[in-house]
């Protein structure tokens, strides 16, 4: 059975990460299936919009800890990129909670909306790492005081505050009432018009891909190999805290 499942209906493409048992996580094969998706979506000529969605009670909750055969950093940079370039705009509907890498699919999209229930959490610190590719998409749109706290202190913060800091379009009680408007504009849009409007919205982020991606990949290298963050994620899968140099 497929983890990412596909839908179509009146000029939008529907994308349903559908692993609940791993709370969506980033794993080689769910990464290889949305990318494989996100593909076909871009060259569909029917499709306007691409909507990126979930089962279950997590949007994604990061990098599979447990994949034998994890999606590497370079890997991560590409799916990300693959959202940012690809020439239809992603709208992200979330009605469950978002960790790490998962929040760094929310900033590829072009729009997202987000349940007033959810919750988001920058974990990276607390396993030794660092929020490094995602970084790519995320820092040209965040509040850069928002980012100095929350890459730090690995809180948890809701959807309002999310909503504040630039991480999500809009937070609402109702995902797909508050959606409604935005997939109407979106439907009434040309290929070309929605194309090159993109390009224009995206173009710091862009610029940040070609900038900084390749020593960003090499940081988020360096670190998963680290003793540091074998001792963070070894903790992490035995729910235990972990043990840092003194």
């Given at each position: 059975?497929?983890?990412?499942?596909?839908?179509h209906?009146?000029?939008?493409?529907?994308?349903?990460?559908?692993?609940?048992?791993?709370?969506?996580?980033?794993?080689?094969?769910?990464?290889?299936?949305?990318?494989?998706e996100?593909?076909?979506a871009?060259?569909?000529?029917?499709?306007?919009?691409?909507?990126?969605?979930?089962?279950?009670?997590?949007?994604?909750a990061?990098?599979?800890?447990?994949?034998?055969v994890?999606t590497?950093?370079?890997?991560?940079?590409?799916?990300?990129?693959?959202?940012?370039?690809?020439?239809?705009?992603?709208?992200?509907?979330?009605?469950?909670?978002?960790?790490?890498?998962?929040?760094?699919?929310?900033?590829?999209?072009?729009?997202?909306?987000?349940?007033?229930?959810?919750?988001f959490?920058?974990?990276?610190?607390r396993?030794?790492?660092?929020?490094?590719?995602?970084?790519?998409?995320?820092?040209?749109?965040?509040?850069?005081?928002a980012v100095?706290?929350?890459?730090?202190?690995g809180?948890?913060?809701?959807?309002?505050?999310?909503?504040?800091?630039?991480?999500?379009?809009?937070?609402a009680?109702?995902?797909?009432e508050?959606?409604?408007?935005?997939?109407?504009?979106?439907?009434?849009?040309?290929?070309?018009?929605l194309?090159?409007?993109?390009?224009?919205?995206?173009?710091?982020?862009?610029?940040?891909?070609?900038?900084d991606?390749?020593?960003?990949?090499?940081l988020?290298?360096?670190?998963?190999?680290?003793?540091e963050a074998?001792?963070?994620?070894t903790?992490?899968?035995?729910?235990?805290?972990?043990?840092?140099?003194?």
């Open positions: 059975m497929p983890v990412v499942r596909r839908t209906d009146q000029g939008v493409t529907t994308l349903t990460l559908d692993s609940p048992h791993n709370r969506n996580a980033l794993s080689a094969r769910l990464v290889a299936e949305l990318h494989e996100l593909s076909r871009a060259e569909h000529p029917g499709t306007r919009a691409v909507v990126l969605t979930h089962t279950g009670t997590t949007f994604c990061g990098a599979d800890l447990r994949d034998r994890p590497g950093p370079d890997g991560m940079a590409r799916l990300l990129r693959s959202i940012v370039e690809l020439p239809k705009p992603v709208v992200a509907r979330v009605t469950g909670h978002v960790r790490g890498g998962g929040i760094g699919l929310l900033g590829a999209c072009d729009i997202a909306v987000a349940r007033t229930d959810t919750s959490a920058f974990t990276e610190a396993l030794g790492l660092a929020p490094a590719v995602i970084s790519l998409p995320l820092l040209p749109r965040l509040a850069p005081r100095s706290r929350y890459y730090l202190t809180e948890r913060f809701g959807a309002a505050e999310a909503a504040r800091i630039g991480l999500v379009s809009v937070a009680d109702d995902v797909d508050a959606l409604a408007p935005v997939l109407d504009g979106l439907r009434r849009g040309s290929p070309q018009g194309a090159e409007s993109k390009r224009l919205a995206t173009a710091d982020v862009r610029r940040a891909f070609d900038r991606e390749a020593a960003l990949v090499a988020s290298v360096r670190l998963f190999a680290s003793a074998r001792e963070g994620m903790a992490f899968l035995e729910r235990r805290d972990p043990a840092w140099p003194r």
